[in-house]
């Protein structure tokens, strides 16, 4: 939505501020990716909601020579949490990477159930405390 003058830019930054992020079924959130900043260095994807707040984060490291991949962190606000944010943040980390070989940092209940679903879907293994390879920054 577009506001003409800069009162209305003031009112809507000043409402956006005093709300709490809650999902909408209509639009869940959009997706940013971070670069990597070294050859297999640390990448992000940030689920952003529609008033630009970070509902979540996906952290990950790819290292395209060894063909290895590294889930380091993943997290969805409470709230935000069984509308598939999580799931689709993983795809866009795998888009053009599924056939390598992943592995995660160690994972809580939650994340192993999450994981074991991804496996299921992907068909593409996440094992814990998987190895980097000499290329990821630890």
């Known amino acids: ?5 800069s009162r209305e830019n003031r009112e809507h930054r000043e409402n ?3 709300r709490v992020s809650r999902p909408a079924r209509e639009v869940a959130a959009r997706f940013e ?7 297999a260095g640390r990448r992000a994807v940030t689920m952003v909601d529609i008033a630009d707040r970070s509902v979540g984060r996906l952290d990950y490291q790819i290292c395209h020579p060894c063909r290895l991949g590294y889930i380091g962190n993943i997290a969805v606000a409470t709230h935000w949490q069984g509308q ?7 795809h866009t980390a795998l888009a053009g990477c599924a056939d390598y070989s992943w592995s995660t940092s160690r994972q809580s209940s939650e ?3 999450f994981f074991a679903a991804i496996e299921d879907e992907t068909e ?15």
């Open 84 to 90: 598939g944010l999580g799931r689709q943040a993983l």
């Open 124 to 138: 593409t293994a996440f094992p814990p405390s998987g190895v980097r390879c000499p290329h990821m920054a630890p």
């Open 33 to 39: 990716r971070v670069a990597e900043t070294l050859p």
């Open 111 to 113: 994340g192993r159930r």
């Open 1 to 5: 939505m577009l506001y003409e003058t």
């Open 16 to 18: 956006r501020e005093n």
